[in-house]
């Protein structure tokens, strides 16, 4: 009975995604498909298949296109149907315990045990004591900022000395400044996502925990959001979400000195920036705000977040592909890889030696600020996976719009979400 | 002979009949009626889409008595429902009142009142939402320059975001209800306003004592589809505030779709979405008994 009703639902998710791949044939070469997003605008799946080409004529690698927005719908929905690509993308780490838990990917752990120290990222995958899925690419947040809107205001340059409280005075000192200069620009932008505040409150406070069910920690975060907030310092959430205000047009077109993003930001601000989508500026990379002295300056390692992004395997493909699989995971996480798409501006998982590929591109700062920035930080998960993560990441994200809504105080805000977290998802 | 000739073109006549249907009856069990009867077995297990479910009995529908946020979005929807429908109602059948004059142009301003209900509802939402804006937003603006000193923070206020997302959804659905106000009206003989003119009735009187009775039938079709409508109401407030700020619009069609969707918990939601289908039909039947009560 279970199993009929399962191959019903199969069929119909079946019908409704779209669906190639299967197993063709077992002897010649091999063709894996590989799922990718936005393939127009994310170069990075096609510069792999590309490049693993060339080691591995045998091996064929096909993009398969999936909707950005929905791309984790739209995989479960072909994964249940078994139409799912070879290869696929742990796109949203929130969503790996989905696919890990739910027995959709294949162990390599043996790809794991030969990737070197410098891959970041390879312990977010891994789950009693096996490896399920390989990152190709290890973002960390950073500040961007506009040296020629610093210049105008006549405000000194980020340094990597900054807590958040020198980041806020900066902030709000810009803002004036540019004002008495003419200038419609703020001090600086933080984007509507929960990850702005609470990524960096989870990765920067000693012992903090999403499923401690205790947010305490994340107070400090959003007291210095209000604070930049209420003085004008940055645009409220309101007006960014009504307006559906983007971060690339918010830094990109000058309308904020100041922006705190992933690594991912670089190569689109290059493009966009040698396209015309964005204006030309010189602008620059500097260590995140810390919460506390302890982690600033540049003898010291900052501390910030980002999660990686994996490729995992299909279990439903033959041995044969499995292992051609294995091959272009092992390709993807190595240095010959981390330089290709070093030279598209994307940040490899193995970033050890690439820093110099990155800046050599047109348009790129080299100061030894950025430098520094992009080679050395502790990078922490912004989503510690278990079974808990998706839905207490949803009732954060309540607690988030409320706070910076202004609809509740933070402690009130902080309270309702604890008590939430303890009745509807650790208590259960 | 004849007999069988009369049989045989019956059959014949059915199975043409049957072949135009067929595209359609495929598609609504595969994709319709398939899925419900699944829904109502998974609402009893646990599933994560992957795999077999787990039977776990009525173990979901206790979680729910205990869940806050399945009430609050009960709350929410009800509340929607409640200025949504009787709000609709309103307007359409002032607007087909209107529109039901030999006016100039009257083709035009029908268009017009209809153009809302076959636009994008990603672009109503955005554009609403860029109307509403607290800091730059023309209605705001408007306000403050008529005087308004603090004006609401609309769909950034949890006391503001249901009215504001009532207001837009009315304004979306106002037109399509219009058009079958309209067809109403067409329905309901010239002559009985004659005659009541004829016996000096006044406007009021004749809309009391011609319209909304001739109207009745329709009235009682769109509040039913209305209602349904309304609690299942799920897109617009999606694009428009994601079921925030905090919980403040946050309806059960949205949570089934965190739930399933966001969560991995298609059991759970399957027996949400149960509840919101109890909650429809209850409704609906009511409102099926009250209008025989008052035709007979």
Same mark, same amino acid.
């Given at each position: 009975?279970?199993?009929?009703?399962?191959?019903?639902?199969?069929?119909?998710?079946?019908?409704?995604?779209?669906?190639?791949?299967?197993?063709?044939?077992?002897?010649?070469?091999?063709?894996?498909?590989?799922?990718?997003?936005?393939?127009?605008?994310?170069?990075?799946?096609?510069?792999?298949?590309?490049?693993?080409?060339?080691?591995?004529?045998?091996?064929?690698?096909?993009?398969?296109?999936?909707?950005?927005?929905?791309?984790?719908?739209?995989?479960?929905?072909?994964?249940?149907?078994?139409?799912?690509?070879?290869?696929?993308?742990?796109?949203?780490?929130?969503?790996?315990?989905?696919?890990?838990?739910?027995?959709?990917?294949?162990?390599?752990?043996?790809?794991?045990?030969?990737?070197?120290?410098?891959?970041?990222?390879?312990?977010?995958?891994?789950?009693?004591?096996? =490896? #399920? %899925?390989?990152?190709?690419? @290890?973002?960390?947040?950073?500040?961007?900022?506009? /040296? $020629?809107?610093? !210049? *105008? &205001?006549?405000?000194?340059?980020?340094?990597?000395?900054? =807590? #958040? %409280?020198?980041?806020?005075? @900066?902030?709000?000192?810009?803002?004036?400044?540019? /004002? $008495?200069?003419? !200038? *419609? &620009?703020?001090?600086?932008?933080?984007?509507?996502?929960?990850?702005?505040?609470?990524?960096?409150?989870?990765?920067?406070?000693?012992?903090?925990?999403?499923?401690?069910?205790?947010?305490?920690?994340?107070?400090?975060?959003?007291?210095?959001?209000?604070?930049?907030?209420?003085?004008?310092?940055?645009?409220?959430?309101?007006?960014?979400?009504?307006?559906?205000?983007?971060?690339?047009?918010?830094?990109?077109?000058?309308?904020?000195?100041?922006?705190?993003?992933?690594?991912?930001?670089?190569?689109?601000?290059?493009?966009?920036?040698?396209?015309?989508?964005?204006?030309?500026?010189?602008?620059?990379?500097?260590?995140?705000?810390?919460?506390?002295?302890?982690?600033?300056?540049?003898?010291?390692?900052?501390?910030?977040?980002?999660?990686?992004?994996?490729?995992?395997?299909?279990?439903?493909?033959?041995?044969?592909?499995?292992?051609?699989?294995?091959?272009?995971?092992?390709?993807?996480?190595?240095?010959?890889?981390?330089?290709?798409?070093?030279?598209?501006?994307?940040?490899?998982?193995?970033?050890?030696?690439?820093?110099?590929?990155?800046?050599?591109?047109?348009?790129?700062?080299?100061?030894?600020?950025?430098?520094?920035?992009?080679?050395?930080?502790?990078?922490?998960?912004?989503?510690?996976?278990?079974?808990?993560?998706?839905?207490?990441?949803?009732?954060?994200?309540?607690?988030?719009?409320?706070?910076?809504?202004?609809?509740?105080?933070?402690?009130?805000?902080?309270?309702?979400?604890?008590?939430?977290?303890?009745?509807?998802?650790?208590?259960? | 002979?004849?007999?069988?000739?009369?049989?045989?073109?019956?059959?014949?006549?059915?199975?043409?009949?049957?072949?135009?249907?067929?595209?359609?009856?495929?598609?609504?069990?595969?994709?319709?009626?398939?899925?419900?009867?699944?829904?109502?077995?998974?609402?009893?297990?646990?599933?994560?889409?992957?795999?077999?479910?787990?039977?776990?009995?009525?173990?979901?529908?206790?979680?729910?008595?205990?869940?806050?946020?399945?009430?609050?979005?009960?709350?929410?929807?009800?509340?929607?429902?409640?200025?949504?429908?009787?709000?609709?109602?309103?307007?359409?059948?002032?607007?087909?009142?209107?529109?039901?004059?030999?006016?100039?142009?009257?083709?035009?301003?029908?268009?017009?009142?209809?153009?809302?209900?076959?636009?994008?509802?990603?672009?109503?939402?955005?554009?609403?939402?860029?109307?509403?804006?607290?800091?730059?937003?023309?209605?705001?603006?408007?306000?403050?320059?008529?005087?308004?000193?603090?004006?609401?923070?609309?769909?950034?206020?949890?006391?503001?975001?249901?009215?504001?997302?009532?207001?837009?959804?009315?304004?979306?659905?106002?037109?399509?209800?219009?058009?079958?106000?309209?067809?109403?009206?067409?329905?309901?003989?010239?002559?009985?306003?004659?005659?009541?003119?004829?016996?000096?009735?006044?406007?009021?009187?004749?809309?009391?004592?011609?319209?909304?009775?001739?109207?009745?039938?329709?009235?009682?079709?769109?509040?039913?589809?209305?209602?349904?409508?309304?609690?299942?109401?799920?897109?617009?407030?999606?694009?428009?505030?994601?079921?925030?700020?905090?919980?403040?619009?946050?309806?059960?069609?949205?949570?089934?779709?965190?739930?399933?969707?966001?969560?991995?918990?298609?059991?759970?939601?399957?027996?949400?979405?149960?509840?919101?289908?109890?909650?429809?039909?209850?409704?609906?039947?009511?409102?099926?008994?009250?209008?025989?009560?008052?035709?007979?």
């Amino acid at each position: 009975m279970k199993r009929s009703l399962a191959a019903v639902t199969a069929l119909l998710l079946g019908i409704t995604g779209c669906s190639s791949g299967g197993d063709a044939e077992e002897s010649g070469p091999v063709t894996l498909t590989l799922a990718g997003w936005s393939l127009a605008t994310t170069p990075e799946f096609k510069t792999l298949a590309d490049g693993f080409k060339t080691s591995h004529p045998d091996i064929v690698v096909e993009l398969k296109e999936y909707d950005a927005a929905n791309y984790d719908t739209q995989m479960i929905a072909d994964l249940a149907a078994g139409k799912a690509p070879d290869v696929y993308v742990q796109k949203n780490l929130k969503n790996f315990f989905t696919y890990q838990d739910g027995k959709q990917l294949v162990d390599v752990s043996d790809v794991a045990a030969k990737l070197g120290p410098k891959v970041g990222g390879v312990s977010a995958y891994q789950v009693d004591g096996k =490896t #399920w %899925a390989i990152p190709y690419r @290890a973002d960390s947040w950073v500040l961007y900022y506009n /040296k $020629a809107l610093f !210049d *105008k &205001a006549g405000v000194k340059h980020p340094d990597g000395s900054w =807590t #958040w %409280a020198e980041y806020a005075t @900066a902030a709000k000192e810009l803002t004036t400044k540019l /004002k $008495a200069a003419g !200038d *419609k &620009a703020l001090g600086t932008y933080q984007h509507t996502w929960q990850s702005t505040d609470q990524g960096f409150a989870l990765a920067q406070s000693a012992g903090a925990s999403l499923e401690s069910g205790d947010y305490g920690f994340l107070k400090p975060y959003y007291e210095t959001s209000l604070d930049l907030q209420n003085a004008g310092a940055q645009v409220s959430l309101g007006d960014a979400t009504t307006n559906s205000l983007t971060y690339q047009a918010q830094f990109g077109k000058q309308s904020a000195a100041m922006m705190v993003m992933g690594t991912w930001y670089i190569a689109t601000l290059l493009n966009q920036q040698a396209k015309g989508d964005a204006d030309a500026f010189e602008w620059g990379i500097a260590p995140a705000p810390q919460l506390t002295k302890t982690t600033t300056g540049t003898s010291a390692t900052p501390v910030t977040f980002a999660d990686p992004t994996g490729l995992g395997i299909n279990p439903k493909i033959s041995d044969k592909k499995i292992a051609a699989a294995k091959e272009f995971l092992a390709y993807a996480a190595g240095a010959d890889a981390a330089k290709a798409l070093a030279g598209i501006g994307v940040t490899p998982a193995d970033n050890s030696s690439v820093a110099d590929t990155i800046f050599s591109l047109k348009g790129a700062p080299s100061d030894d600020l950025s430098k520094f920035t992009f080679a050395t930080h502790d990078t922490k998960p912004e989503n510690p996976v278990s079974k808990y993560t998706a839905p207490l990441q949803n009732i954060l994200k309540d607690l988030h719009t409320e706070v910076l809504s202004g609809t509740t105080p933070i402690d009130a805000a902080i309270t309702k979400a604890q008590d939430r977290a303890k009745n509807e998802v650790l208590n259960k | 002979m004849t007999t069988m000739t009369t049989s045989r073109r019956r059959w014949r006549n059915t199975a043409v009949g049957l072949s135009f249907l067929l595209p359609n009856l495929i598609g609504f069990l595969i994709l319709t009626l398939i899925p419900v009867g699944l829904l109502f077995y998974y609402a009893f297990t646990e599933w994560n889409v992957f795999g077999g479910a787990t039977w776990t009995g009525l173990d979901n529908f206790r979680q729910m008595a205990a869940d806050t946020t399945f009430w609050t979005a009960l709350r929410n929807t009800l509340y929607y429902a409640a200025f949504h429908i009787p709000l609709t109602l309103g307007v359409s059948l002032g607007l087909a009142l209107l529109l039901n004059r030999k006016l100039r142009g009257v083709a035009f301003f029908r268009t017009v009142a209809f153009f809302p209900y076959i636009t994008s509802i990603v672009a109503i939402a955005q554009i609403w939402n860029m109307l509403f804006s607290p800091g730059f937003g023309p209605i705001n603006e408007l306000l403050r320059w008529i005087g308004v000193d603090s004006p609401p923070g609309w769909t950034t206020s949890a006391d503001w975001s249901m009215p504001a997302v009532i207001i837009v959804g009315t304004w979306r659905d106002m037109g399509y209800y219009m058009l079958l106000f309209l067809a109403g009206l067409q329905t309901i003989p010239g002559q009985l306003y004659e005659a009541a003119t004829v016996d000096g009735a006044s406007a009021w009187q004749r809309f009391r004592a011609v319209t909304l009775p001739g109207l009745r039938p329709t009235t009682f079709f769109i509040t039913v589809l209305l209602t349904i409508g309304s609690f299942k109401v799920f897109d617009l407030i999606l694009v428009m505030t994601n079921g925030g700020p905090g919980q403040s619009t946050l309806v059960l069609a949205q949570y089934i779709f965190r739930k399933g969707f966001e969560e991995n918990q298609f059991g759970y939601a399957s027996a949400v979405s149960i509840v919101l289908f109890a909650i429809c039909l209850v409704v609906t039947v009511i409102q099926f008994v009250v209008n025989k009560r008052r035709r007979s």
